[in-house]
Every structure is written in C-alpha cells, then in structure tokens.
C-alpha cells in the first residue's frame, strides 16, 4: 500500500495548494470584502491536515475517463470544501460539542461558536460558487449537474439528514443505523465518484458503476469509522473516540458485534471492487483506495 499512500498524499497536496488560492483573503469576482477572522476561521477548520480522501476519489474517477486535470481538481475542492464544512459544524456544541479535530483545537475552540458557525458557512457556499465557475467546465450542462449532485449529497437526504437522524438518537436497528451512515457519510463519498465521471463525461453505464463503488465505499469507510472509535485511542485518531458508547447511541457494533462489523466493512470493500470490474487495471487505484479505506489505522 505505500504507493498508495504517496499518491493519497500526493493528491492531499495539490488539493491543499488549490485550496490555498480559493481561501485566500483577496475577494473572488464580485464579492466586495473577505473578513479577514472569517477567512482564518475557514482556513483553520480547511488545514487542519487530514487525508482528502474525498477529493482523491473525484480526481482518480476522473482520470478513468480522460478528464481534464484542472477540472478535476477543481470539483475534489468544492467536495473538500463541503466535507470541511461539516466537520466545524458536526464539532459545535450544539451538535458533538468536541475540543479537538485532527489533533488541533476545533474552530469554535480556536476561535469563537458564532465565528465557527459562519466558515462553516462560508465553506458550504463557497463550494457552489466553485462548481458554478466556468473554470470548472465549460459545459453548463455538466455545471448545473455537478451542483445539483452535491446539494442532494449534503442537503436533507443526504449529510444534513443523517445529522438529524444522529442527533434524534433514534436508531435501534441495524437498518436505521445503516440508513443514518448512508445519508451522514455515504451521500458525500457517493457524489465524490459521481462527481469525477461528471466531469469526465461517463456514459449512463459508466456513472452507474461509479456510483455503485462510491456506495459500496461510503459503507465502508463508515463501518471501519465504527471499529477505530472502539480499537484506536484519542491520539491515533487525532479526536475524541468512544463518544457515541459515552452517549447511550445505538451503532452497529453494540448491535451486531466487532467481529460482524468488521466482515461486514470487508464484504462492502469487495463489492465496491467488484463494481468497478469493467474498467480492468484502469481502475487499479480506486481498487487499492477501497483496501485502505477498511484496513487504515486512523
């Protein structure tokens, strides 16, 4: 896997470079003024390291269709951007009310809760704007597709959706608990390979496989999420762990077991592999992202 990891970390980098210039304090076009706390807010909760694995699933279902680098590029920020976006506000104290992010002090520690709330904000949107850019395609079609994709990937039945179902603790089956990490985590990664094939220009058949790895993924991360909040401490993880034990939530491990959740984080990597059949080798890094995905340490 340590080709994979440098490539993980090689995309991380350019991603962050990219990020670097969209989040710089000199306004966008049309935009009047950058607050320059807000701005700082938003990079702090944007650069807290993390492996931008999201955004390396846009640029390497991309690259199976030839797609432009740049464009590519641009689509994994705007997913980055929305995924940082959740992490401010999933911390606040309203929601997990949580002190550390990737080892460093949340953004509503780092700052204040209202500041926090704003580069959550702030990120959110600026995601839109992104895919709205000419920069990102110039086919409106694949625009308007893009944005549309990843408004349903976060909105109510997606990521704001499975927040709610997560805060209402109201799961006690299995299959609520499945349904909440699909909206929650799933939708996200799901978009992150719509995504790429989006800008690409898979046909029908083509996105439908994407798509079905990116599912198949997202459950997987998910389940392999689960068994590091039991088995890794606070330091291996770089946040709190055990918190969802700590508040009575019903998950699948206190449902099922460690053992049934780890088959199960190995039967969803196989088939998102298996999805992924009609690229051949092409679809060799996506592969290895599925194996990491389930056997990562953090």
Same mark, same amino acid.
């Given at each position: 896997?340590?080709?994979?990891?440098?490539?993980?970390?090689?995309?991380?980098?350019?991603?962050?470079?990219? #990020?670097? &210039?969209?989040?710089?304090?000199?306004?966008?076009?049309?935009?009047?003024?950058?607050? =320059?706390? #807000?701005?700082?807010?938003?990079?702090?909760?944007?650069?807290?390291?993390?492996?931008?694995?999201?955004?390396?699933?846009?640029?390497?279902?991309?690259?199976?269709?030839?797609?432009?680098? #740049?464009?590519?590029?641009?689509?994994?920020?705007?997913?980055?951007?929305?995924?940082?976006?959740?992490?401010?506000?999933?911390?606040?104290? %309203?929601?997990?009310?949580?002190? &550390?992010?990737?080892?460093?002090?949340? *953004?509503?520690?780092?700052?204040?809760?209202?500041? @926090?709330?704003?580069?959550?904000?702030?990120?959110?949107? &600026?995601?839109? +704007?992104?895919?709205?850019?000419? @920069?990102?395609?110039?086919?409106?079609?694949?625009?308007?597709?893009?944005?549309?994709?990843?408004?349903?990937?976060?909105?109510?039945?997606?990521?704001?959706?499975?927040?709610?179902?997560?805060?209402?603790?109201?799961?006690?089956?299995?299959?609520?608990?499945?349904?909440?990490?699909?909206?929650?985590?799933?939708?996200?990664? %799901?978009?992150?390979?719509? %995504?790429?094939?989006?800008?690409?220009? %898979? +046909? @029908?058949?083509?996105?439908?496989?994407?798509?079905?790895?990116?599912?198949?993924?997202?459950?997987?991360?998910?389940?392999? +999420? +689960?068994? &590091?909040?039991?088995?890794?401490?606070?330091?291996?993880?770089? =946040?709190?762990?055990? =918190?969802?034990?700590?508040?009575? =939530?019903?998950?699948?491990?206190?449902?099922?077991?460690?053992?049934? *959740?780890?088959?199960?984080?190995?039967?969803?990597?196989?088939? @998102?592999?298996?999805?992924?059949?009609?690229?051949?080798?092409?679809?060799?890094?996506?592969?290895?992202?599925?194996?990491?995905?389930?056997?990562?340490?953090?």
């Amino acid at each position: 896997m340590a080709d994979f990891e440098q490539a993980l970390k090689q995309c991380a980098e350019a991603v962050t470079r990219e #990020l670097d &210039l969209l989040l710089s304090a000199q306004p966008l076009n049309g935009e009047i003024a950058r607050p =320059k706390r #807000l701005i700082e807010a938003m990079r702090h909760g944007t650069f807290a390291g993390g492996k931008r694995l999201r955004p390396f699933l846009v640029i390497e279902t991309a690259r199976l269709f030839d797609a432009d680098p #740049l464009q590519a590029l641009r689509a994994a920020c705007a997913v980055e951007c929305v995924h940082c976006y959740s992490l401010i506000h999933d911390d606040l104290p %309203a929601m997990d009310d949580d002190d &550390l992010r990737r080892g460093q002090p949340t *953004v509503h520690r780092a700052f204040d809760e209202a500041t @926090a709330i704003l580069a959550g904000d702030g990120l959110l949107t &600026l995601a839109f +704007d992104i895919l709205a850019d000419e @920069a990102t395609h110039g086919d409106p079609g694949v625009r308007l597709r893009l944005i549309s994709g990843l408004a349903r990937a976060a909105g109510a039945g997606g990521m704001a959706g499975g927040q709610m179902l997560d805060i209402q603790a109201e799961a006690d089956r299995a299959e609520d608990v499945r349904q909440l990490h699909e909206m929650k985590t799933g939708a996200l990664i %799901a978009f992150s390979c719509q %995504a790429g094939a989006i800008v690409g220009g %898979a +046909d @029908a058949t083509a996105l439908e496989a994407v798509t079905a790895f990116g599912r198949h993924v997202g459950a997987a991360f998910q389940l392999a +999420d +689960d068994l &590091l909040d039991v088995t890794a401490s606070s330091v291996q993880m770089g =946040k709190r762990t055990g =918190k969802d034990a700590e508040q009575g =939530k019903a998950t699948l491990i206190s449902l099922v077991g460690v053992e049934k *959740v780890g088959a199960m984080a190995h039967e969803r990597m196989a088939e @998102a592999i298996s999805s992924l059949a009609m690229f051949g080798e092409s679809a060799a890094t996506l592969e290895r992202a599925a194996r990491f995905i389930v056997e990562r340490q953090r």
